[in-house]
């Protein structure tokens, strides 16, 4: 019987060095945009011989002047783009100090890089219970990635067994109707999707009807051709749903009015059914939907539900984690009650109205949504409001100020007070009031017709806006944020 001894450990610490002291290397690699970007030195031979992607680039690219193929991925981060070489060089890699975001990134690029071991530890990784909340707080955006980047079976299977649980998760989301075709289908499939049939059926013609925008909202005033239009997109749906599992009531409200999508054969045999249950059909019938008869909460709208017309309810559990000083954001159990006090649509823009109504109010939150950018910033307020100060700081430990994740920021920040004497100034005035955090978010004045509102970093960790210029806002709320019962 032979021994092979095997000396992984030394190779791996060996090649590593490689890569920090790039001895003979003949392939630059310039990564990410400036003014962030960083050129690698590596070694064909290392990259083609572990990564199939490189293979072929490298056989696509001519070596120049100097015999160095020069590449560039300004695509992926400089800090992403680092684990994956160690990983390709050493075959280790750490993810202590990586954020989930990073993580997920890491992952997608690793599946671009066909790396398909990497690709499976990540997604692992990422659905173990300690970091399965970053997931839950981001699963539009994960589950829309999972499907249009192939391969991430895991976290597929993860993402249905959330769909089949609790489907109004990405039914009611904003992000529903862009669904890929094949996650819709993926989802509709499930056989413990816990969700009567009806429902199941108004979402796949609302997904339809959101790829035709041309249709009327009435069906009755639809022509052929519109029903036709309908039906060719939804050609690969509407097999998968379980029209022999409707009462006769749902069957004539929900499905009739769009008779014509159905092939007559189909439609014969669904009346027949309801008619003459006993008698044969030749049409296939899907079993019935596992409902569990211990139902789970029905998410009928997501939960917890927050009376604002800026942030979500993914939104609040971040804010609420951020109070706790949690390390993980709540996922679905929001600990705390947002309810809502001021909103300048409906009660004004004035600063003033703020210091009106939230006279001696406590643990408020302000929430602005900035005009023209999209930003969503704010504060985080433990001291009571005064009406009466004419300008006066006040101590906190505990405040912050935000900017929230939307679609041009892919992750929150954060920002602590951490000069306590100047986390709080009030200033009340009828002609020039002002609430500020520090310097790192300063409101003034009417916040929709004036722009005197900034965000510095004066007494905070850090700058929650990339600039220093004035703003204004499209929308602000203020609201108190209470322990719930």
């Given at each position: 019987m032979k021994v092979i001894a095997k000396f992984y450990d030394r190779l791996s610490n060996d090649l590593t060095q490689l890569l920090e002291n790039p001895i003979d290397y003949n392939v630059t690699i310039e990564v990410g945009e400036a003014p962030d970007n960083q050129i690698f030195e590596v070694h064909s031979y290392i990259l083609q011989t572990r990564c199939s992607y490189?293979?072929?680039?490298?056989?696509?690219?001519?070596?120049?002047?100097?015999?160095?193929k020069v590449l560039k991925m300004t695509n992926i981060s400089v800090k992403v783009f680092n684990v994956i070489i160690k990983y390709i060089y050493g075959g280790?890699?750490?993810?202590?100090?990586?954020?989930?975001?990073?993580?997920?990134?890491?992952?997608?690029?690793?599946?671009?890089?066909?790396?398909?071991?990497?690709?499976?530890?990540?997604?692992?990784?990422?659905?173990?219970?300690?970091?399965?909340?970053?997931?839950?707080?981001?699963?539009?955006q994960v589950y829309q990635t999972c499907y249009q980047t192939k391969n991430l079976d895991i976290i597929q299977k993860f993402c249905n067994n959330i769909i089949a649980k609790h489907p109004n998760t990405i039914f009611e989301s904003e992000k529903f109707i862009s669904l890929p075709e094949d996650a819709l289908i993926s989802i509709i499939k499930l056989d413990d999707l816990q969700l009567d049939e009806d429902k199941i059926w108004d979402y796949v013609i609302q997904w339809g009807k959101s790829k035709n925008p041309t249709l009327p909202a009435n069906p009755d005033e639809w022509t052929s051709d519109d029903f036709i239009a309908l039906k060719t997109t939804l050609k690969n749906c509407l097999p998968h749903v379980r029209y022999f599992n409707m009462s006769s009531e749902k069957v004539l409200e929900k499905l009739w009015p769009y008779l014509q999508l159905f092939e007559p054969k189909l439609w014969l045999e669904i009346n027949t059914k309801l008619l003459v249950p006993e008698k044969p059909i030749s049409s296939t019938i899907l079993p019935p939907r596992k409902i569990l008869s211990a139902t789970l909460p029905t998410r009928t709208t997501p939960i917890p539900s927050i009376p604002s017309n800026i942030i979500t309810n993914e939104h609040s559990l971040e804010l609420s984690s951020w109070i706790d000083r949690k390390e993980t954001t709540y996922t679905e159990n929001n600990p705390y009650e947002f309810k809502l006090l001021v909103r300048g649509s409906r009660d004004g823009f004035g600063l003033k109205t703020i210091y009106d109504i939230c006279d001696q109010v406590s643990d408020t939150i302000i929430i602005a949504k900035v005009e023209d950018t999209g930003e969503i910033i704010g504060g985080y307020n433990p001291l009571e409001m005064r009406n009466n100060i004419k300008g006066k700081w006040y101590s906190s430990q505990d405040s912050f100020v935000f900017s929230l994740k939307t679609e041009n920021l892919k992750n929150s920040i954060i920002s602590r007070v951490k000069d306590f004497g100047f986390a709080i100034y009030y200033r009340f005035d009828s002609n020039n009031s002002w609430l500020q955090f520090g310097g790192a978010?300063?409101?003034?004045?009417?916040?929709?017709?004036?722009?005197?509102?900034?965000?510095?970093?004066?007494?905070?960790?850090?700058?929650?806006?990339?600039?220093?210029?004035?703003?204004?806002?499209e929308e602000f709320e203020v609201f108190k944020v209470s322990p719930k019962n």
């Open positions: 490189f293979k072929k680039k490298f056989n696509e690219t001519s070596f120049n002047e100097n015999n160095v280790t890699i750490s993810l202590e100090n990586l954020e989930n975001s990073i993580i997920f990134d890491l992952l997608t690029y690793s599946n671009e890089l066909d790396l398909d071991e990497l690709v499976e530890h990540l997604q692992t990784h990422l659905v173990n219970t300690n970091n399965a909340s970053w997931l839950k707080l981001n699963f539009a978010l300063n409101l003034g004045g009417n916040l929709k017709t004036e722009k005197k509102s900034r965000c510095k970093t004066h007494s905070y960790e850090k700058s929650i806006r990339s600039n220093s210029n004035g703003f204004s806002v």
